[in-house]
């Protein structure tokens, strides 16, 4: 594991009203250490605040040092925000999986692009997936003294020769062992399987999710539940790579043999407990599971049930439609084409409000070489190209509006800036189309700007407060 020395934490932004702002914190300075110690991240800085009683040092943006003293109630938060939850850097992988999004990007772009998150903190803090091939004893030691759980573990295979050759690593034969110590220590974690076909599908992928199951007994299980994600693939991975793209009748094949198991599990289990991504149905061409199949969602962070609880969210918010706009508008909403038969049956019933246009634009991503793609890998020249031709045909109307999901935050040169995942910035993108686009965080403000109930921009800060979680991307996307 490589991490580098704990650096004073970076205050980005304070809280309106809040403890820190009433003593005079400002963007710029740098926390030191809370009663003595030196936090190296978010979770060691919440446990040194739970505290009555604190002593900060903090260094301004001139370098001048300060010793703060503050009484507050245990659990009030001072309103501090960071530049980064990792004080002392990021814990890379070591691991070289064939599938791995970051090497299938262009070379020459924004470090961060590259960096390859192996990091159980933000696994803890924002549900990104590990591996558990990178922690050493102290490291497991912390996981178990602070309670860190629930943990999210990319798993793939548990057959042990399986999982290193996709991991390309032997430490990853132990996962049935590093299992078996979240089940001794009560710690509990979610899991995926990325299906690569021709690896790990067919009698290994049922293996797999058997074994995961076992683990998912007794009244704090060790496994909550697992994800079947399809690789993805982009035209900037090696040639000679092993992996085969999932076609649609591979789609069907997993979608068949994971809803029998998934069967067995609701009579053994009285749980799905391993749910199919979203993308499954969307290359298989098969309809989407009803509601009621995904239980409480546990999955939603790794697309799985995704598109259904959208589609309820808007048959909820679709209630208090109101028969007329605001004011006349027109609408252009892209999305990724993956998505667009789901979501055909919103657009025309957004329509039909009296004065509203909304022109959904479903585009795949020839940055990547793909036909079908998901919202969040949409990159800026894809939306550019994708806008600049339907303009041809027709104006784009009052309103641009994307998914902010599609938005990474900037690195700590351009921090308020945000970009797509080709490197593009939202204001090139904007400059490129000579108008404004309106990142949309989600259902409530596509409708309300819709009908002219809010101003259609988010502000800088909100713009980078939702592209914050994307931060990292998403190796396995
Ligand atoms: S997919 Fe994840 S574990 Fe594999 S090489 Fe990439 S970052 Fe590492």
Redesign the pocket.
Known sequence: MKTTAISPARITSVVPGSIAEEIGFEAGDRLVSVNGARPRDLIDYRFLCADEVLALEVLDAKGGSHQVEIEKDFDEELGLEFETALFDGLIQ?V???P?????QQPPGKRETLYL???DYRLSFLYGS?L?L?NIPPAEWDRIARMRLSPLYV?VHATDPHVRSRL?KNDRAAQILDHLSWFQSHRLQIHAQVVVCPGINDGAYLEKTLRDLASFHIGDAPAVISAAVVPVGLTRFRPDEDELIPVSTDKAREVIDQVTAIQADFQAELGTTFAWLADEWFLIGRRPLPLEQHYESYPQIGNGVGSIRLFLKEFDELAKELPEKALSPRTVTWVVGNAVEHAFTPLVRRLNQVEGLTVNMVAINSDYWGQEITVTGLLTGQDVARHLKAQMQDRELGDYVLLPSLMLKQGDSQHPEDTYFLDDMSLASLENELNCSVTPIAGLPQLIDICCGKSAAHLSLSQVAMSAKLNQVID??Y
Not at 99 to 103: G, R, S
């Open positions: 992988c691991n070289r999986c599938f791995c999004f970051i090497d390859k998150d192996d997936y591996t091939t990319s991991l190796p396995t």
